[in-house]
């Protein structure tokens, strides 16, 4: 599946963005999805992932209250709307994708959009 994240962009802390991943050729429901992110100078790290059907939701701890995956499998989208944005939110966004089972592993998704950075200015 080919996938594409955009919505990123610079806010200032405390502020909010919505990234959206809109998958092509194939149907998103057949995948779990998820959000990883890589601030400069570091290794690209887990965000959220969504189950195949939107009902199942995992976090990683450093975002764990403040966003949220969701996604609209009709229009083949996944999202991550950010809140209360911090400076160490700051990052390049990444949506991948997943036939399998749930992970938290950048290695086990099979396909990846490209990215989009996000800044948060302090």
């Known amino acids: 599946v080919q996938l594409q994240a955009f919505g990123g962009g610079l806010v200032q802390t405390g502020g909010s963005l919505r990234l959206s991943c809109a998958a092509s050729g194939r149907t998103l429901s057949n995948y779990v999805m998820g959000w990883f992110r890589q601030a400069p100078g570091k290794e690209r790290e887990f965000v959220a992932f969504?189950?195949?059907?939107?009902?199942?939701?995992y976090y990683a701890d450093s975002v764990k209250g403040r966003f949220t995956i969701s996604r609209d499998n009709a229009k083949n989208t996944v999202y991550l709307q950010m809140n209360s944005l911090k400076p160490e939110d700051t990052a390049v966004y990444y949506c991948?994708?997943?036939?399998?089972?749930?992970?938290?592993?950048?290695?086990?998704?099979?396909?990846w959009g490209q990215g989009t950075e996000v800044t948060v200015s302090s």
């Open positions: 991948a994708a997943r036939i399998a089972g749930w992970s938290t592993s950048t290695d086990d998704y099979d396909d």
């Open positions: 969504i189950s195949r059907s939107g009902g199942s939701t």
